[in-house]
């Protein structure tokens, strides 16, 4: 098998999201001394603009037309290079940070690509093996419900074979082959799993990319080879003078301004789309939840043992299920908000973008209406980029209270731990996600739990969260050796983790909700 097919369970997974986190964090901080960075450049700009403005009309009072020839010379020219500089090297800064996230985000999408690819018949092959052992088992509980009916004793071994239909030669494995399936089958669902997010991170990481990235670096092009000619580089370093028109320079420079603001608003509106999904996802999904609850506080009310101690592990997962949807719901609130915000910084910006460009070629040259509007412009960048820093700013203090929320855990020894039968939970006190993940999974495991009617409220209780009836089939139907039952017992670890604290549960929802849209997933026949 691959690279991507070494160890691996929900503990290492959390493991592995939580060490991320830091990295994640130092993109965030700097990403908020870029942006507060850029408002004070934005700010000295349009204070620059102001003030030569305000001397040009004091010297030339008579002076109101807007597309009247505007010049700077002396101290004033200097602090324009400056501030066009400035801009520059702010935006170098920016096209770095890009890029390297970019590249991140894109090499994630193609590792698990690559994973999928590696593992993919492996998977193939163990779900057909699931499926001939549960056509088997039906087949078996079929002959056993004849036979008794005729008066005779059915033998049928508690594994649930049988030699009535061989297995076919595609799906024969011994039980190290097995192991490798159940293997592969455990790497292909976490990468399915992780793809989705992999795939709307890089979507919104490559408008961004193309944005701040290729059109930015277009327009710092243009900059630099203004700055170059402005401050006679050439002759300053003895070197041969390359011809630069300036006019056609600048009018390419306003053009890239025009495609970034047009792709804020783009990025904007893919912003409000996505978060007004992810709302009505995780607004189905809490109805969801309310369903299974009524559910599970019916079965407390039958006063059964079993059913008592099922329904404490069914709450458990649902109300850590509802916390995530509640942040999921504020989230795609703040998505939205975002998405507007940005649409509306990007169509501004290419207005006062658009009437600059105009300005300049009907003056033929920079104009006062052109300074005017260049103040305005740089007012506009000034406030979004506030607003920008104080976001990322909140984003990397919001990352370092889950680093430390992690510590926590760690330190305070309530991670992931070993199991334990149900009577040792006491009544008073809820269960944490990794202990209501393992009661589950005891529940769920036939061979260690008895009683049908727990299974079934478990089962129910998933269902309403988005696990499928084909999800859990693996764990009823695979072989009995660790080597290959462990792999099965990760995956819907897994699985259950992503439902009831990632974004499996609103995947669900959403395919419920737009069933025609999305291809269903492959069950188990």
Partial sequence: MSEGCGHISCASRIVERTDALPQARHVALANSVLYFGWSGIALYKAGAFAEAIVAFFRANPSSSVLTARFSTDGPRHAISQAAMGLSTAASIVEIVITTVVFGRHLRARFRIARQLVATGELRA?????????????????????????????????????TSVQPCPTSVRADGGAMAVLATGYLHYQTAQMDRREATDTLKHSFVMFTRDGVLQAAGVGCNLALLWDSLKVSELLHLATVPIHATATAICGFAFSLGCGA?????????????????????????????????????????????????????????????????????????????????????????????????????????TGGILFGIVGGLVLAGWTLYAGYRHRHAASSIQAA????????????????????????????????????????????TRNPHPDARRLIKQTLKELGVSPGDLWPLRYCSSDPAARDPVIEELKIRIHNVVDGDGARCAAEKRLAPDREAKPVAVS
């Fill in 125 to 161: 092959i163990f779900i057909e093996r699931i499926a001939h052992q549960k056509r088997a088992a039906r087949i078996s509980k079929a002959m056993a419900v004849t036979a008794a009916s005729r008066g005779a004793v059915a033998a049928c071994p508690p594994d649930g074979s």
């Fill in 263 to 367: 792709l804020h608003v783009i990025a904007g509106a893919v912003r409000w789309r996505d978060g007004l999904k992810k709302q009505a996802a995780a607004s189905e999904v809490l109805n969801a939840i309310r369903r299974a609850k009524r559910t599970v506080k019916e079965a407390k009310e039958s006063q059964q043992a079993e059913l008592v101690d099922a329904a404490t592990v069914a709450e458990s997962l649902l109300s850590h299920a509802k916390r995530n949807e509640r942040r999921a719901e504020d989230d795609a609130r703040h998505q939205i908000r975002l998405g507007k915000w940005r649409m509306i910084y990007g169509g501004a910006a290419m207005a006062v973008g658009g009437i600059s460009l105009a300005l300049f070629l009907v003056a033929g040259g920079v104009s």
């Fill in 403 to 446: 680093i430390d929320k992690g510590n926590n855990v760690v330190t305070a020894g309530t991670g992931t731990r070993p199991e334990k039968a149900l009577d040792e939970q006491p009544d008073t006190q809820p269960l944490s996600l990794d202990d209501a993940i393992e009661q589950a999974i005891l529940l769920l495991d036939r």
